[in-house]
């Protein structure tokens, strides 16, 4: 039981770039999460998905997409890269059970935009 | 919408000693859910505890645990006998009720320093 597999767990962008983070989850979850972490400033919710191919804008969805075409696997895709989506990304799922379950966190992606 | 507030950015304590976080939030709702999570410098979140805001009674994890002031809308942690592994950021987190499935909102995150 792996958990949330983020990759890749760094990387470095030139301005204008694109890329896709992924993230995969083996525990069944319903909920997946997008969240980009700022030093000082916690962590701001991008993208979220209530399950497969459905999803919804966060407070900073600006510059992403997403799809969620499993159940599993929920992609972050970064359009045309600028320095201000350098951050930590992290991916998290829950098991959605009439009250809320707390998040489980994958490990994070270091991503920086020069 | 919901904001959490973490007013200490960073705190100090000796080795052993017994040291309080605070967290505030504001909200509108009733019931809902409130969660500390710690975050050590390898990045991974750890979930430390979490509380129900319908539950009067505050949840402990052994060393850890809260006060829930549910009028004053305060959320702190309590960490009995520091050690050295609980250096780490701390974040506070609100959840809606019914799900949750909009995800959690998150304080600015205070940073524990454990003095040997």
């Known amino acids: 039981n792996a958990g949330v597999t983020q990759t890749p767990k760094f990387r470095i962008l030139k301005i204008g770039q694109s890329m896709t983070l992924q993230c995969a989850q083996d525990?069944?979850?319903?909920?997946m999460y997008w969240y980009r972490q700022d030093p000082g400033m916690g962590l701001k919710l991008i993208y979220y998905s209530v399950g497969a191919g459905i999803t919804d804008k966060g407070e900073v969805p600006n510059g992403y997409n997403v799809s969620r075409s499993t159940t599993e696997d929920f992609p972050l895709r970064l359009e045309l890269a600028a320095p201000s989506q350098t951050s930590v990304y992290f991916c998290?799922?829950?098991?959605?059970?009439?009250?809320?379950?707390?998040?489980?966190f994958g490990n994070g992606t270091r991503l920086t935009v020069t | 919408a919901q904001t959490v507030t973490q007013s200490q950015p960073e705190m100090s304590v000796q080795e052993a000693e017994t040291v309080t976080l605070s967290c505030t939030y504001d909200t509108s709702e009733s019931d809902y859910y409130l969660f500390w999570y710690k975050q050590p410098p390898s990045r991974q979140m750890i979930l430390v505890i979490r509380?129900?805001?319908?539950?009067?009674q505050n949840a402990t994890e052994n060393r850890f645990s809260v006060n829930f002031q549910k009028a004053a809308k305060s959320f702190s942690l309590k960490i009995s006998d520091s050690q050295l592994g609980d250096a780490a950021m701390y974040f506070c987190?609100?959840?809606?009720?019914?799900?949750?499935?909009?995800?959690?909102?998150f304080g600015k995150g205070t940073h524990l320093i454990i003095q040997p």
């Open positions: 998290a799922s829950s098991y959605a059970q009439g009250e809320i379950s707390p998040l489980h």
């Open positions: 509380q129900e805001a319908y539950k009067q």
């Open positions: 987190a609100y959840g809606h009720s019914g799900g949750g499935a909009d995800g959690l909102t």
């Open positions: 525990m069944n979850h319903n909920y």
